[in-house]
């Protein structure tokens, strides 16, 4: 059946129409019912505005260039206007629980003043509606938090606030800007599960942006991987994490260390850096840092293509003739000297 | 200098294009000031009218081509006396503003970086002083040193040097906590060095943006005194006591009085100017 | 972890920072805390943000007096605050990028004010030959020395922050979450730097870390922290895999792994 | 509880306002042992002779020990007796009274005109943050900061109340409406220096909150038009501001004292003025103490307002 969320094609840019800069450049990707999509990426890889962009809450200064942003309705994927997915369709979480929360408006208030504004619920009903949703996001006593303000609420929380005023409005599809980044160990697993469990209670989707690989293994289904501003691999989390098809995930995956990795041989960084949104090389953006690179692959168009043998899919050229995933077999593995980045 | 209305001015982020350097501004504005302070020492040659020189013949003319800002009760240039009055009132404007800048920063510094009493003591005073507003301080020193230049400074240095202090020592405050200062102190350097070579040079961007446009808030102090009669005293030429003399002939010789305050304005935009291009050059 | 008298013993430091009569109830920010790293080794100290980790750090780095307790370097005790020269025997290396370095200083006089006024060399071009020594000791070379940190990625910042601290030859290095505002590419690439220095120069590490699976990999001996106190130390495989701790159970669970288990799994769905 | 913490907090502000009110009541009473010159002859002149200047002094009570001077002058002040003016004529504490209303309704007039002018610039100027309308709002706020109220003062006297005749060319009125009018220019013109002030405050809040991820978050939940602007900019976007007024109301009480002299409006502010011009040491020490205390209460009715508007003002 039709996914929930299709994302064709996107380009964001910014700075001088003349010469603009792409932060994001065509991106695409697909979130099905009920699914908890991961769009994880290092700093500078546009995960974040390709977020906003679907609720179109860009950044002052980044403008959508191009793309189409459909949802599903009755059977049909259609182009939606903002106006009428926000507090609607489309709910989104932040990252930062002390900026997202309006600091002069009690809790309560905060929480419904998206349902107050759409549903034109009375100030009563609100109240009652306030304390249900408090509780159905976990607060140990909603009724006393409703009259709060938010400096008042631990970090934990103040997140579990920030959900309740997204699922106030019953969205289908819930945004999550890297929401547990900021947080404690202990607290973050707490709102994986609580966003868990709402996801399987409401049969709501998730888009959830990180940069942290054990938290879309926690908690997603799918996910794509961002490099400079372009999806580079994408398919189910066990399949991208076990046998990743390009280049640069597979290098992502390797140098993050885990319980297991050999504590007696150096970490396999990737060498350089990621390029900045305004300096980055013509065909294969990952070339330049890349072991397997070919003279080709700087003149390659970006195009997420099917991988034989994988249900993945990629934007590397070589996939085929590196033999397939896992990228990062032993065999593959050309000497990455500790990178200088 | 209760609450120095540059300050907040000064503070905004906004994303200029980062193209300017600010040189443009700042060389404008120091051009014009400097131009303005010499034409003071030679007035009267530039403009071909002695600015003392009384000719009860030429009384109240009017601008013309001849005399730009008229003549005023005693047939005197107005603008030949304009330009004469600028070698009191920037000099004056100048040290009206560094003198509080140099107690402001140092004291700032201090009570930013030693906090303990000391940076209670020094906001405890702040307080004290900003309870009287800028003009009532400025006249009981008047009354206490006599009028003249000297109560002018004076009262610049007690009341302005509030504003200075408070913006440092946030600055201080905040910057104290940053890794690179604490690195600094872990690596043995003492206090003192901590203080000077790193804490200091990172807070004085922002306090030297704000001197430039306090120099503007200090003109408009000495003026207003003066003008009250308390200020600058004849012989001494100075703009706000112009525009007081030229008051009772408003009905029909109004330049007399409005002109002194185009130079005022013009000082007020040529330091706006440097302010704009010194913030410009520092946030690069 | 024989191998004679530890470098650095830490006896029972307490760090409080409520006023006097305030300490009813709630243990202090750093409760009677005692851990000694034998020289060459890396101690790795695991704890959430709040348990008191930076609290100790910065006491043992003489950056504050503690409440209580003493620290002693090679047997002799270190007087709070340190001399010059006892100053310079314990560095540390900070979290944040951003604010790591004196914005306005180049690297070369971030590098060479230090070397200079700790006469760790005599005259500026000398102090200039050594600061190009310790830049390509942590993987850097001579074309950032004229850079100032706006021009600097993070990595290559956090890497002139390790440069500084090795600057006045400490004996004793604390890298202070040195890497955890990098990115995970980044941070391997720091975390090779930080092993093969500890090799090479023989370093004595306290390398601290709200993150288990990377304290593993660069420490020989890791303790956790919860509320101020050691509650679990011993060899990093041994804490990870078999906690012995109520907290450390706990952390190691709630910690999302690469190769862990997906909240969609069965035996996952337990109630929130 | 929550209402506890906000009138524990104005409480506290009060009690922090009574020893600074001492303090300048010690300030103000050592002004006179500042002063240059002997009080004694200045009540009995210069030729007066020994003899006559010490009753003076003992009637004055100058013997006495300085606390016990300072008691005095406490016990004076609470009743309202400030001395006499320097010509003897009339007593310090009616020229204050008489005085106080004049420029009571000078600063609140200023005080409408600065909010009117600082409020629409600012929600022009907010509109675009960094585009032509706000660059420009931006250079004539740098530009009023820099005209001094005085020189402004005489412009509007000689381009509007001479010419047109619809103001009086100084001086006070007596019933509402002559007093309205004869207040207008002169408080036009000290909030032309002040209003830049509010305004560009007013502008960092609105444009803070605009680009804020509270404000994002509330987008997202579907707020939006005036619900939108309401509580989640202007409710922010007024803590600045507000936080700045008392600091303001001590600038236009400051402007105050120059405009009076420009316009001759007879009020505290001109009493000053004159007092300093004629040496009136007990109408200075008066007025320096009422302008002060002013200032007191000013900050005080700030505070307040302030931790009724921000929640996390607790200290």
């Not at chain 2, 003109?219 to 005194?225: D, I, R, V, W």
């Not at chain 2, 005293?233 to 002109?259: C, H, K, T």
């Not at chain 3, 004793?172 to 093969?196: F, G, W």
């Not at chain 3, 303790?223 to 011993?234: F, K, P, Q």
Request: glycine share 10%; proline share 7%; net charge positive.
């Amino acid at each position: 059946m039709s996914p929930l969320l299709r994302i064709t094609d996107l380009v964001l840019e910014t700075g001088p129409a003349a010469a603009p800069v792409r932060p994001v450049s065509h991106v695409g990707f697909e979130v099905a019912h009920g699914e908890a999509f991961g769009l994880v990426g290092e700093s500078g890889s546009g995960k974040s505005l390709t977020l906003r962009a679907v609720i179109g809450l860009l950044p002052e200064g980044v403008r959508q260039a191009g793309g189409t942003l459909e949802l599903e309705r009755d059977g049909a994927m259609r182009p939606y206007r903002f106006a009428e997915v926000r507090g609607r369709g489309i709910g989104m979480v932040f990252q930062e629980p002390m900026t997202a929360l309006n600091p002069t408006m009690r809790v309560g208030d905060l929480v419904t003043a998206g349902p107050r504004a759409r549903y034109g619920w009375s100030r009563r009903a609100a109240r009652s509606r306030a304390v249900d949703l408090l509780a159905e996001v976990g607060m140990p006593d909603p009724k006393a938090q409703a009259r709060m303000w938010p400096h008042q609420l631990s970090g934990g929380l103040r997140q579990r606030v920030m959900i309740a005023m997204a699922l106030a409005t019953e969205p289908s599809v819930l945004l999550c800007d890297e929401p547990t980044t900021a947080l404690d160990v202990a607290v973050q697993d707490q709102i994986l599960r609580l966003l868990h469990r709402i996801r399987t209670e409401r049969g709501l989707s998730i888009v959830f942006v990180t940069h942290d690989l054990g938290v879309v293994r926690r908690l997603c289904d799918r996910v794509a991987v961002m490099y400079a501003g372009q999806v580079v691999e994408t398919g189910r989390v066990e399949e991208v994490f076990t046998r990743p098809t390009h280049p640069y995930s597979a290098g992502l995956l390797r140098s993050m260390p885990t319980q297991d990795t050999p504590r007696d041989r150096p970490l396999a960084a990737i060498p350089g850096g990621q390029p900045g949104a305004g300096d980055r090389p013509e065909g294969c953006r990952f070339a330049p840092r890349c072991g397997h690179a070919l003279p080709a692959c700087a003149g390659l168009a970006h195009v997420l293509a099917a991988v034989p043998g994988s249900p993945s899919r990629s934007a590397c050229i070589r996939v085929a003739d590196l033999g397939g995933p896992p990228l990062d077999r032993e065999a593959l593995l050309s000497p990455l000297p500790g990178g200088t980045a | 200098m209760a609450l120095a209305p540059a300050q907040v001015l000064g503070r905004r982020r906004v994303r200029r294009d980062p193209g300017a350097t600010g040189t443009a501004a700042l060389v404008t504005g120091a051009v014009l000031l400097a131009l303005l302070l010499a034409a003071s020492f030679v007035s009267g040659a530039l403009t071909g009218h002695d600015p003392a020189l009384t000719d009860l013949t030429a009384r109240f003319r009017p601008p013309s081509p001849q005399h730009w800002f008229g003549t005023d009760q005693l047939g005197r240039d107005v603008f030949a006396r304009v330009l004469v009055a600028a070698g009191t009132d920037l000099p004056l404007a100048l040290l009206g503003a560094a003198v509080p800048a140099v107690i402001g920063i140092v004291l700032g510094a201090l009570a930013g970086y030693a906090r303990g009493w000391i940076g209670t003591a020094v906001m405890r005073l702040a307080d004290l002083i900003q309870a009287f507003p800028s003009y009532i301080l400025l006249i009981v020193l008047v009354f206490l040193l006599g009028p003249g230049a000297g109560s002018f400074l004076v009262g610049a240095a007690v009341g302005a040097w509030v504003t200075y202090a408070r913006l440092v020592r946030g600055v201080v405050l905040r910057l104290r906590e940053l890794d690179y200062v604490r690195a600094a102190q872990a690596a043995g350097l003492g206090h003192t060095r901590v203080l000077l070579r790193h804490v200091l040079p990172n807070a004085l961007p922002q306090a030297v943006v704000y001197a430039a446009s306090d120099i503007v808030l200090a003109l408009s102090y000495l003026a207003a005194l003066s003008y009250l009669g308390l200020g600058i005293q004849a012989p001494g030429i100075e703009w706000g006591q112009m525009i007081a003399d030229g008051q009772p002939f408003l009905r029909n010789q109004w330049w007399v009085s409005v002109m002194p305050g185009l130079a005022i304005i013009l000082v007020g935009v040529a330091v706006r100017l440097i302010a704009g291009g010194l913030e410009r050059r520092l946030q690069r | 972890m024989s191998a004679g008298t530890p470098l650095l013993q830490v006896d029972d430091i307490v760090v409080d920072y409520r006023p006097r009569r305030g300490r009813t109830g709630g243990p202090p920010a750093v409760d009677h805390v005692s851990l000694d790293i034998p020289r060459g080794r890396t101690l790795g100290l695991v704890g959430q943000s709040g348990c008191g980790k930076s609290s100790l750090a910065r006491v043992i780095a003489g950056l504050a007096a503690p409440t209580g307790g003493t620290i002693r370097l090679g047997g002799a005790e270190l007087p709070a605050p340190r001399g010059r020269t006892d100053a310079t025997r314990i560095q540390m290396v900070f979290q944040d990028p951003g604010s790591a370095l004196n914005p306005m200083h180049t690297v070369r006089r971030t590098l060479t004010e230090l070397l200079l006024v700790h006469r760790r060399a005599a005259g500026r071009s000398a102090a200039t030959d050594r600061a190009v020594e310790l830049l390509e000791l942590v993987g850097l070379g001579a074309a950032v020395l004229d850079a100032r940190p706006r021009g600097l990625s993070g990595g290559q910042r956090q890497r002139v922050g390790i440069a500084r601290a090795l600057a006045v030859e400490p004996e004793v290095l604390i890298a202070d979450e040195a890497v955890s505002a990098l990115d995970v590419s980044v941070q391997a690439a720091v975390l090779n730097t930080l092993r093969d220095l500890g090799a090479r120069l023989d370093l004595t590490m306290l390398f601290i870390s709200h993150d288990l699976a990377v304290t593993r990999y660069v420490a020989d001996e890791v303790a956790v922290m919860h509320r101020g106190r050691i509650v679990e130390r011993g060899l990093p495989d041994d804490v990870l895999r078999n906690p012995r701790h109520e907290y450390t159970r706990s952390l190691v669970a709630a910690t999302p792994r690469m190769d862990g288990p997906a909240l969609s799994a069965p035996e996952e769905a337990r109630p929130v | 509880m929550i209402h506890s913490g906000r009138f524990g907090f104005v409480g506290r502000r009060l009690l922090q306002a009574i020893p600074l009110t001492l303090v300048l009541l010690l300030l103000v009473f050592a002004m006179l042992k500042v002063v240059p010159g002997d009080p004694a002859m200045q009540v009995a002149g210069p030729r007066a002779s020994a003899a006559t200047l010490q009753a003076i002094r003992v009637q004055l009570g100058l013997d006495q020990p300085v606390w016990e001077q300072f008691l005095h002058y406490l016990g004076r002040i609470a009743t309202g007796d400030f001395g006499t003016t320097a010509t003897g004529s009339t007593k310090v504490g009616t020229l204050i009274a008489s005085g106080a209303p004049v420029t009571l309704v000078l600063l609140a007039v200023s005080t409408v005109f600065t909010v009117l002018i600082a409020g629409a610039t600012a929600l022009l100027a907010a509109r675009r943050p960094d585009g032509l309308v706000d660059r420009m709002i931006n250079v004539m706020a740098a530009f009023g900061v820099g005209v001094p109220t005085f020189w402004l003062g005489i412009v509007l006297l000689a381009g509007v109340a001479l010419p047109t005749g619809a103001f009086p060319i100084g001086g006070w009125g007596d019933t509402p409406a002559t007093v309205l009018r004869a207040a207008v220019l002169p408080a036009l013109a000290l909030s032309v220096s002040v209003a830049p002030v509010l305004m560009a405050s007013l502008r960092s809040g609105i444009v803070e909150a605009r680009r804020s991820e509270y404000h994002a978050a509330a987008q997202a939940a579907g707020v939006r038009g005036w619900k939108l602007t309401r509580g989640f900019v202007l409710r922010n976007a007024a803590v600045p501001p507000v936080s700045l007024l008392a600091a303001l109301t001590t600038l236009l009480l400051s402007g105050a004292v120059v405009v009076e002299s420009t316009f001759g409006l007879p009020g505290l502010g001109l009493s000053l003025t004159q007092a300093a011009q004629n040496r009136d040491f007990n109408v200075i020490q008066g007025l320096t103490l009422v302008f002060s205390l002013a200032v007191v209460v000013v900050n005080l009715v700030g505070d307040v307002l302030v931790a009724f508007l921000d929640p996390r003002v607790m200290v």
